[in-house]
């Protein structure tokens, strides 16, 4: 059974930063794509970046880029966030989320499993 | 990043059927088939009910079904449930991705 679990969400000043984890099991972690996604309170699901399986590739949506940084360990199925600069817009659940595959092995443009969440609140 | 549409709450029948609306434009949700639709619960984990605008991953109860016309995908529930009041997500995967802004789900 897939399970992602989220850490090191917290309360962070303005201008701060955070490192959030997630760690994976259940599946060959290295054979997917992993996904940082976020809900700020009350409202909807924002993209905030991928990874790829040996982390060649990178996404980030704009309104993070140049701020925020993925990675992930293969060896200890772990995929990272690291955020700096912090801001209050920045304040949401994060959620750590696999993008699909086929029994083929293609890419499914969709996350297909999440975890349940870890909390960033940016406030002074 | 162009914004996706949906309505802000929809509402149907115990046992009825109901549809949510997404509603983009030809450069991404009229462009591709690669939308896809979450459910989402307080405290729960979000989960994919419907991606390629319209397979059902493992899992899924065939209730929920997925379509395409234009610039617009649409999610319908047949059969509602209590366990349905929900709230729903489109998400477009490319040529970026971007999600819908939430459709409360209403059973009555």
């Known amino acids: 059974q897939v399970h992602l679990v989220e850490s090191g969400g917290g309360l962070v000043k303005p201008g701060g930063s955070l490192r959030l984890s997630c760690v994976a099991s259940?599946?060959?972690?290295?054979?997917?794509?992993m996904s940082w996604i976020r809900q700020a309170p009350g409202k909807g699901l924002e993209f905030v970046s991928y990874?790829?399986?040996?982390?060649?590739?990178?996404y980030y949506g704009d309104s993070v880029k140049g701020r925020f940084t993925i990675s992930r360990d293969n060896a200890t199925n772990s995929l990272f966030l690291q955020m700096n600069s912090l801001r209050a817009d920045d304040t949401a659940a994060y959620y750590c989320?696999?993008?699909?595959?086929?029994?083929?092995?293609?890419?499914?443009?969709?996350?297909?499993?999440w975890g349940q969440g870890t909390l960033v609140t940016v406030s002074s | 990043q162009p914004a996706l549409t949906q309505p802000r709450s929809v509402s149907g029948s115990l046992g009825q059927s109901l549809t949510i609306s997404c509603t983009g434009s030809s450069s991404d949700v009229g462009g591709y088939d690669f939308v896809s639709w979450y459910q989402t619960h307080p405290g729960r984990a979000p989960r994919l009910l419907i991606y390629d605008v319209s397979k059902r991953p493992s899992g899924v109860p065939d209730r929920f079904s997925g379509s395409k016309s234009g610039n617009t995908a649409s999610l319908t529930i047949s059969g509602l449930q209590p366990d349905d009041e929900s709230e729903y997500f489109c998400c477009s995967y490319a040529p970026w991705t971007v999600f819908g802004p939430g459709t409360t789900v209403t059973v009555l």
């Open positions: 259940g599946f060959t972690f290295s054979d997917y794509y």
């Open positions: 990874i790829s399986a040996f982390g060649g590739t990178k």
């Open positions: 989320a696999r993008v699909g595959l086929t029994a083929a092995g293609a890419v499914i443009k969709a996350f297909d499993s």
